[in-house]
């Protein structure tokens, strides 16, 4: 437990005694004054949304679902009630991650009765589901702002839907690369195989095997680089450690997921990026610095379009 004051611990155990007896309205209750205090416990949050759940006000669960996502999914003791939530508010995408991640024995009935739920959802929706699925599909005419919101929106697709505007929107040219890093990130959490399509930074179509996908903060040229900054800045310079770190999170959005083929020198590429932060440009003593300039170069112009649009 946090650093709970002792009366603040025993209104979360009252809480939790409620929830047992099925008095959700007092566990919302309570928990909204634990909040107050703690707005970022887990457990209180987590306790809230259950009970959110049991009182029919699902999207206000979900709300808390979506904003703990990580912490939650790292405890499997979660994932019935997150299932639950999810499936009310027919938010499929979020629930087969879930469900990729629960253990075997749970996971084809999970799977199974994820895929009842979108069926339900198909018959009765079927034109809404037809718009939002087009949306998805061409969201390259969208400004970046609308793509986040779209994609968000995806979460709430039928699997195979999101795979058929997922694969459209990949191979499309005109949408803006961190949209597709985030749904080949989301593909990869599905663990669902096989290939897309993906035309990438370069206007090069690529063949994406969805298995050797790996989250962005698991491949080594990007860990290097936030390890170099956070060494050399961390005690000395804070800001500037907070700037390039979110200067390279930035860049590592259109870089996915070829990192090894772009950052072929994770000590220059540092280099270089703070050299810029200050107006300047660092030299290119050989053909792979030239490269990973021109790469840092085409980053920023992709940058500079999508905030005009």
Do not use: C
């Amino acid at each position: 437990m946090m650093n709970f004051k002792k009366n603040d611990q025993i209104i979360l155990m009252s809480a939790r005694e409620d929830f047992d007896d099925h008095r959700f309205k007092q566990v919302i209750n309570k928990t909204e004054k634990l909040l107050e205090k703690y707005p970022d416990s887990i457990s209180v949050n987590f306790l809230r949304a259950k009970a959110l759940y049991w009182v029919g006000r699902y999207a206000e669960a979900q709300k808390i679902m979506i904003e703990f996502q990580e912490e939650l999914l790292s405890n499997q003791r979660n994932y019935q009630a997150m299932l639950a939530i999810s499936l009310k508010n027919n938010a499929f995408i979020f629930a087969r991650e879930i469900a990729a991640k629960t253990a075997l024995k749970d996971q084809n009935s999970w799977l199974k009765q994820i895929a009842k739920v979108e069926q339900a959802y198909r018959l009765k929706n079927s034109i809404t589901l037809n718009a939002k699925t087009r949306k998805l599909a061409h969201i390259g005419v969208l400004p970046a702002y609308n793509q986040v919101h779209t994609i968000n929106d995806s979460l709430y697709l039928p699997l195979k839907e999101y795979l058929i505007a997922s694969k459209a929107m990949l191979a499309d040219p005109f949408t803006w690369q961190v949209s597709k890093t985030q749904i080949l990130v989301q593909l990869m959490k599905l663990r669902i195989g096989g290939t897309v399509q993906l035309s990438w930074l370069d206007q090069q179509i690529y063949k994406i095997d969805l298995t050797q996908l790996r989250t962005i903060d698991r491949y080594p040229s990007l860990t290097t680089m936030l390890d170099i900054i956070d060494r050399k800045y961390a005690a000395t310079d804070p800001i500037k450690l907070q700037l390039l770190e979110r200067e390279i999170i930035t860049q590592s959005n259109y870089i996915y997921p070829f990192f090894n083929r772009i950052i072929l020198d994770p000590h220059y590429w540092v280099r270089a990026v703070v050299t810029e932060l200050f107006g300047e440009r660092l030299q290119a003593n050989s053909s792979s610095e030239r490269d990973m300039l021109a790469w840092i170069d085409q980053i920023h112009e992709q940058e500079s379009k999508m905030k005009m649009i």
